[in-house]
């Protein structure tokens, strides 16, 4: 693709309706959870929970898997019939959306910087059907802002989680993760 047509995408914008949060399954960090959890006074409990490589599309070897007794299930938002426990459903809006995870912040866009941090490449997540706009205006510097948030977050947990599956040796649970990151449940 020539860069000509990968800076279209720059003119992006939401039109707010919802479709990225149904249908689809957030993984979230540790950090995702703690703001989370922060903005809304709700026990991680509530929103998180623990898929198996059956629920989501993940690599074997991708190492966001945690290992709770002899399974290995991925930290994400829960789901309600086929949205997110977040989504106002009538009004296709996002009742945590100033505490959302980094991943939704950075949705649709995949993104590639320099070293430098230069945008060098854009494109359009085609995980749902999204009936976006063409008359926004992205800042290269906001993506790459938030691509190295999310980088720098998802570096942190992954380590947490290499912790974890090298101590966890018995019949742990996603309650015991939870409580392992220093969250009170």
């Known amino acids: 693709m020539t860069a000509p047509d990968w800076r279209r995408y720059l003119k992006f914008r939401c039109t707010g309706c919802g479709n990225c949060c149904r249908n689809t399954i957030v993984c979230l960090t540790d950090a995702d959870v ?3 959890s922060e903005g809304t006074g709700k026990s991680p409990l509530a929103f998180v929970r623990f898929y198996t490589h059956d629920a989501i ?3 074997d ?6 290992k709770l007794g002899k399974q290995r299930r ?4 829960k789901t309600i019939r086929d ?3 977040f989504l106002e459903h009538t009004t296709n809006r996002c009742t945590i959306y100033e505490h959302r995870p980094v991943t939704c912040r950075d949705h649709p866009f995949n993104a590639t910087f320099s070293a430098s941090g230069a945008l060098e490449k854009i494109s359009l997540s085609r995980i749902v059907k999204c009936p976006h706009e063409w008359d926004g205006r992205i800042q290269p510097h906001e ?3 938030i691509n190295d948030w999310n980088e720098q977050q998802q570096e942190a947990y992954v ?3 290499k912790a974890w599956n090298q101590i966890n040796t018995g019949r742990k649970t996603g309650t015991d993760f939870l409580r392992f990151l220093g969250f009170a449940v």
């Not at 070897?61 to 945690?66: A, E, I, L």
């Open 61 to 66: 070897n991708d190492p966001s898997w945690v």
């Open 159 to 161: 380590k947490k989680i």
């Open 34 to 36: 703690r703001r989370i």
């Open 83 to 85: 949205h997110c426990v």
């Open 57 to 59: 599309a993940m690599s």
């Open 74 to 77: 991925v930290m994400a938002l």
């Open 143 to 145: 993506l790459r802002h």
